[in-house]
């Protein structure tokens, strides 16, 4: 964990983590049934500070106290920043609304990830992937890449409303283009509660 820390710290002082809010969050957070809402790995809040300003109540999830730091900056009702390790925090089942992860990829995650929402709540998952591409800006570790298709069969059990993979020009860093898949899931409604509420892209 210490080892992580200090890395993430590092990247977050060169503001190489620094960025717009996902367009991907922007354009599917509304389907979210209530205002409760998980960043897992929420870095400087790009994301986060953007829901708490739409009103949501945001539990901001990041490993490095330089982000929580900048988290708290944003001084945002609703917005809650939490200094955590991913791998030993206790999420609570059938907690959240509306969980958002962004470019931080743990496969162990995903069965907690899945028990955390509540009934017919909202998971929006975007993070880099493979590609053989010459001009694509990627990690260099693999284990941080999704599979060709591996996102989209990770969370099967959920009812996939939207999923893509595609090559974005990454407005962040030095702006170069990325590959990356992008998952909008719902988990399923106890009852007779109709799937997919509150969308409204226009």
């Known amino acids: 964990m210490k080892q992580d820390r200090i890395r993430w710290n590092r990247k977050f002082d060169s503001k ?16 979210a049934p209530g205002p409760i809402v998980l960043d897992l790995a ?22 490095s106290d330089r982000a929580v730091q900048s988290l708290k900056a944003h001084n945002l009702p609703g917005l809650v920043p939490v200094q955590a390790d991913l791998d030993t925090y206790p999420l609570r089942g059938e907690s959240f609304d509306l969980i958002v992860c962004c470019f931080f990829l743990d496969r162990r995650l995903f069965p907690y990830i899945k028990e955390s929402l509540k009934p017919g709540g909202i998971l929006l998952y975007e993070s880099a992937m493979e590609s ?3 001009s694509i800006n990627q990690p260099g ?21 939207s999923y893509q993979e595609v090559v ?22 106890t009852g007779d509660a ?5 969308l409204n892209l226009c």
Not at 150 to 157: A, I, P, Q, R, V
Not at 194 to 198: A, D, G
């Open 16 to 31: 190489q983590e620094m960025g717009e809010t996902s367009q991907w969050v922007q354009d599917m957070y509304r389907m």
């Open 42 to 63: 929420a870095g400087q809040g790009r994301n986060a500070a953007f829901l708490a300003r739409q009103g949501y109540e945001v539990l901001a999830l990041d490993l």
């Open 132 to 134: 053989d591409q010459p």
């Open 141 to 161: 570790n693999r284990d941080y890449l999704f599979r060709t298709n591996e996102l989209l069969h990770s969370f099967l059990g959920l009812r996939i409303i």
């Open 168 to 189: 974005f020009r990454d407005a962040k860093g030095d702006g170069q283009n990325r590959v990356v898949a992008r998952l909008a899931a719902q988990k399923g409604w």
């Open 194 to 198: 109709p799937l997919v509420r509150n």
